[in-house]
């Protein structure tokens, strides 16, 4: 993402075009990044702009070094896990699903897999994991902090933040597995 550095002088000097120009060009990045971290679509635009509000009040410490898009995705993400620690007073619970009824093959052919999902299938899969686990999975799995950061950030230990990502990766493998069992099943039937 090339932005320019005179639209950004613009918008440091808040002429209100420029800033609403560079809100179209960062739309998709930083909405891409708010829907992992927030199921309701409402939810998530909120969120974006209240990033993107941050982001237009601190371009004047802006570092051409460093890659506008980062820069961006790094105060949405901190944006998110702020209205986390805010929203945190009211508990989260953890929601486990019974499968000691469920049966189904353990070994599983990921190719198929592969071609039987989409980003989107997926997408909505981590949107179904329990809160928690699903905001650590995504900060490790798709963002990249590390269990430590994650911990700083969430106020939880590093061995929870471990135990969300382990958890939320046990019941995305169970619900693709419980998936292409169901699959198998209409193509034998």
């Known amino acids: 993402m090339l932005i320019d550095q005179d639209l950004i002088q613009r918008c440091i000097a808040q002429e209100r075009r420029a800033q609403h120009e560079l809100y179209k060009k ?8 708010c829907i992992r971290y927030e199921k309701n679509r409402t939810d998530a635009e909120a969120l974006l702009n209240m990033g993107f509000l941050k982001i237009v009040t601190k371009l004047d410490k802006y570092q051409t070094s460093i890659p506008f898009e980062a820069w961006i995705r790094r105060i949405m993400i901190n944006t998110i896990i702020d209205e986390y620690r805010k929203n ?19 070994s599983i052919d990921y190719n198929a897999a592969d071609k ?18 699903q905001r650590v999975f995504n900060l490790h799995v798709i963002d990249g902090y ?13 061995g929870t933040s471990k135990w969300h990502v382990s958890n939320a990766r046990k019941l995305l493998k169970e619900r693709i597995e419980q998936r292409l069992n169901e699959n198998a099943h209409r193509v034998t039937a």
């Open 88 to 106: 945190k007073k009211e508990q989260e619970t953890l929601e486990y699903t019974d499968f000691e009824d469920y049966h189904y093959n353990r």
């Open 146 to 158: 590390s269990h430590k950061e994650i911990s700083d950030m969430l106020d939880i230990s590093v």
């Open 26 to 33: 960062c739309f998709s990045i930083l909405m891409g990044v």
């Open 116 to 133: 039987l999902f989409d980003a989107e299938e997926l997408q909505i899969m981590i949107n179904d994991l329990p809160a928690v686990s």
